[in-house]
């Protein structure tokens, strides 16, 4: 049975096999890389197969559950983006955020435990997949930002047309990703009502998951800002991608720092280690 190690290593071999074409550009990972990050992302999908079956229900109960079914968000939305765009070096990043997650996740509680009622429903699967497939497009976004900025770095103010070829790529992506993150917003709130009966009631992580939304809004309309300002214009694909940084910490904390928040502790909405 496929267990999490084995689809562990799977992405450490994808991870290398991407470098190794960058580097060294061999012909027989032009398409090849790509397949092999294809053959761990089924690893990634049996896994949640797995847990799904074993479980009885969708597997998002628990810390364990979530982050593998992130793991596998990633690995979805990096081949889509990759068929759309080609993506080169960010398949490696992509396999290397992976299997940060699969590592998490194997050093926490693997427990199968029942769904509480308010969980029974199928709007909480609506709800996290499609939430799910948008943060890992903005998983996939953070990346581009790292790489756009860390070609501006080392280009100095010349970037060169590669450098600003990232933060186009990201902005395209978080375009992709930002649907997924409104319908996740929206389904989580017919979920509530269906609950709890009211469509928002601003625990904690309703909060910040708007807060995060709106982040991600206002990105997506700076290039109509910030050019009506008074900034170089050089310096605004450096100031989209710095946002894009900043946005994505968003996500981290909305998704896990929440659980270390006093005021969250009894969240039904928090992933908490158990």
């Keep these: ?18 470098m190794v074409r960058e580097v060294w550009r061999p012909e027989i990972l032009r398409r090849g890389a790509v397949a092999i990050f294809v053959a761990a992302f089924l690893l990634n999908t049996v896994l949640v197969i797995n847990r799904w079956i074993e479980a009885g229900h969708a597997p998002f ?13 990633v690995g979805f939305a990096y081949l889509i983006l990759e068929y759309l765009y080609g993506m080169r070096i960010v398949g490696a990043l ?13 050093t926490t509680d693997e427990s199968i435990r029942p769904l509480m009622p308010a969980l029974q429903s199928n709007w909480l699967t609506i709800h996290v997949v499609t939430y799910f497939i948008g943060y890992g497009a903005l998983g996939i976004s953070f990346i581009t930002a790292i790489l756009f900025l860390l070609s501006w770095i080392r280009s ?52 910040w998951s708007l807060i995060t939304w709106l982040i991600y809004l206002g990105y997506l309309h ?14 605004i694909p450096l100031i989209q991608s710095s946002c894009l940084v900043l946005a994505f910490l968003a996500v981290i904390f909305t998704y896990l720092g929440l659980a270390y928040l006093p005021s969250a502790t009894d969240s039904e909405h928090i992933y908490g280690n158990k």
């Design 94 to 106: 992509a396999a290397v955020l992976i299997m940060l997650l699969l590592l998490y996740a194997s």
């Design 222 to 235: 700076l290039p109509l800002v910030l050019p009506r300002l008074n900034i170089d214009r050089a310096k």
């Design 1 to 18: 049975m496929i267990n999490i190690n084995i689809t562990l290593v799977a992405f450490v071999i994808v991870s290398i096999a991407y």
């Design 156 to 207: 100095g103010k010349n970037p060169s047309e590669t450098t600003l070829g990232f933060e186009k790529l990201s902005y395209k992506i978080v375009a992709f990703g930002f649907p997924f993150l409104t319908l996740g917003l929206v389904t989580g709130a017919v979920w509530a009502n269906k609950a709890w009966g009211t469509y928002w009631s601003w625990d904690p992580k309703e909060t």
């Design 61 to 73: 109960s628990n810390l364990y559950e979530s982050l593998v079914f992130y793991a596998w968000s």
